[in-house]
């Protein structure tokens, strides 16, 4: 698989459903040669158009539950998706 084939694949949380967003970076381990983590940037919804609020979600790789033809599927803890959405909230004001 190409990375520029992961990036199109959406990253959905399997603990609550919700999209997390595209994979926009790896994060490598060169000393073991494997993917150490997937990062996620988190938009905002300003006057109509999406922009980034500057912050990223870190998966680790052994948060991701299966790799499919259209979807990531990972498992975020509910603490992590929680600050994600406080995130939001302060960025919109």
């Not at 199109?8 to 381990?29: A, C, F, P, Q």
Request: glycine share 8%.
């Amino acid at each position: 698989m190409k990375i520029s084939d992961f990036q199109t694949k959406d990253v959905i949380n399997i603990v609550d459903g919700k999209k997390l967003g595209h994979i926009s970076d790896l994060e490598l381990d060169l000393r073991q040669g494997r993917i150490d983590s997937i990062v996620v940037p988190q938009f905002t919804k300003v006057f109509g158009l999406f922009g980034s609020n500057g912050t990223e979600i870190v998966i680790p790789w052994r948060n991701i539950v299966k790799i499919g033809a259209d979807v990531v599927l990972v498992r975020m803890d509910e603490a992590k998706a929680l600050r994600s959405e406080d995130d939001d909230l302060h960025a919109r004001t």
